[in-house]
């Protein structure tokens, strides 16, 4: 089974700070890595898919990278409503896996 | 617009069942595979399981395997989840979340959930 494994497990930073956010996989994955961003008290949304895709509707201040076993999440300036918790999600194989998750939180 | 509605969530003594459900819509439901992925009150996200769009493949997390059975009636667009043996590490809000259509695609819609509490 694919263990991933992101950090940090909780970030504080200011609004228009440049945030990143890493996953590090167990073993080779490809691209197949996936971001979600959860707001507290709602369901989870897709950020990006196949380690760098844009989502549809989702602002260009997100980007991801990488392949293999280590990825990163990069918001290149935080606005207001990006303070939640950001997940990890490897599509490679099953069992499906999630990171534990990365809380950002206003500094 | 793409729209998933669980249903059947509630209380449940430790060695109960419970059946889930999730109404699909706004899309061709029998050419997506679905997923439930639960959350346990304050933690993260947990793979449950996973059905193909024909039903013939199904993939559970081992922590179920043997306990819970998806299944998929495509002729009402409507995911289940039969759910046996529950114990109290079960506990947690249960989404429906449907894959992207393609090869080894991820989750791009996802339910609101519907709460499962297993407690005496």
């Known amino acids: 089974d694919i263990q991933l494994t992101q950090s940090p497990s909780f970030l504080s930073a200011s609004v228009g700070d440049r945030v990143t956010i890493t996953c590090r996989a167990s073993q080779d994955i490809s691209s197949f890595l996936a971001w979600y961003q959860q707001e507290p008290g709602k369901a989870p949304k897709l950020l990006i898919y196949?380690?760098?895709t844009l989502h549809s509707g989702v602002p260009s201040r997100f980007s991801g990278s990488g392949s293999g076993t280590e990825f990163t999440l990069t918001i290149s300036t935080l606005h207001p409503e990006d303070f939640a918790t950001y997940y990890c999600q490897q599509v490679n194989s099953f069992p499906r896996s999630f990171g534990g998750g990365t809380k950002v939180e206003i500094k | 617009e793409v729209q998933l509605l669980e249903s059947g969530g509630g209380l449940v003594q430790p060695g109960g069942s419970l059946r889930l459900s999730c109404a699909a819509s706004g899309f061709t439901f029998s050419s997506c595979a679905m997923n439930w992925v639960r959350q346990a009150p304050g933690k993260g996200l947990e793979w449950v399981s996973t059905?193909?769009?024909?039903?013939?493949?199904?993939y559970y997390a081992d922590s179920v395997k043997g306990r819970f059975t998806v299944s998929r009636d495509n002729s009402k667009n409507t995911l289940y989840l039969q759910m046996n043996s529950l114990r109290a590490d079960d506990m947690a809000i249960y989404y429906c979340?449907?894959?992207?259509?393609?090869?080894?695609?991820?989750?791009?819609?996802w339910g609101q959930g519907t709460l499962v509490t297993v407690s005496s």
């Open positions: 196949a380690a760098s």
């Open positions: 059905i193909s769009g024909t039903a013939i493949k199904t």
């Open positions: 979340a449907k894959n992207s259509q393609g090869y080894k695609r991820p989750v791009d819609s």
